[in-house]
């Protein structure tokens, strides 16, 4: 059965101080890894797939990378408006086009 | 701008009532998914569908019926609303080669 554990549950950070969030994963036959941001009252937005280890996707202040066991969503110097829940998941090779999705993380970023 | 729309944002049912829940995505995408997301139980699936007129149970599908007459338009039925089902609800598409797209969400109340 595949698994995603996100970590920490909540992440609270002053403005500019950079930090990660962990997503941690067992699959079997990894076909891809999402990150997904939600705010408040609204559905998942859709940020990054990552498909295999190594592999390093960017946007504005957000980067995602990939192990074989995890991913890692960095975030350098965030602003307030990057305050949301923050959720991964993975789809397998063998459940194609089901997605197993982590609890996340809600980051709020103070002024 | 693709879309997947649910039909109501508020939804405010008593116990015991049949209710319905609409989502229509504009991508022809062949899957759409039904979630309920709760605090500390992240989303969790209730049921997929790889094509029209074919179904098939997520994680917790009891108490919930889906139907799919048309590709674009995915149902999402409570035959007997029980206070239990007050929920945020999500409504997701996808292709193999896309990843989810989501909905705004409906918030229902069963009182």
């Known amino acids: 059965e595949d698994q995603v554990t996100q970590s920490p549950e909540a992440l609270r950070l002053q403005e500019g101080e950079s930090s990660s969030l962990n997503c941690s994963y067992t699959?079997?036959?990894?076909?891809?890894l999402f990150w997904y941001r939600q705010d408040p009252g609204k559905g998942p937005e859709f940020l990054f797939t990552?498909?295999?280890a190594g592999e390093e996707k960017e946007k504005e202040r957000l980067k995602a990378t990939l192990t074989k066991k995890e991913s890692f969503l960095h975030i350098t110097a965030p602003k307030p408006e990057d305050s949301a829940t923050y959720l991964c998941a993975v789809q397998s090779n063998t459940n194609a086009g089901k997605s197993t999705f982590g609890d996340g993380t809600t980051l709020t970023v103070k002024p | 701008d693709v879309k997947v729309t649910q039909s109501s944002r508020y939804l405010v049912k008593r116990t015991g009532e049949k209710v319905f829940l609409e989502c229509v995505q504009d991508m022809d995408h062949e899957n759409m998914f039904w979630y309920r997301q709760d605090p500390g139980l992240g989303l969790r699936l209730i049921y997929f569908s790889y094509d029209v007129k074919m179904k098939e149970k997520g994680d917790i599908p009891e108490g919930y019926s889906v139907s799919r007459e048309k590709k674009e338009r995915f149902s999402l039925i409570l035959e007997s609303a029980s206070t239990n089902q007050t929920s945020m609800y999500l409504c997701?598409?996808?292709?193999?080669?896309?990843?989810?797209?989501f909905g705004s969400g409906t918030r229902l109340t069963v009182v």
């Open positions: 990552l498909y295999s």
């Open positions: 699959v079997s036959g990894l076909r891809g």
């Open positions: 997701a598409s996808s292709s193999p080669t896309a990843r989810d797209t």
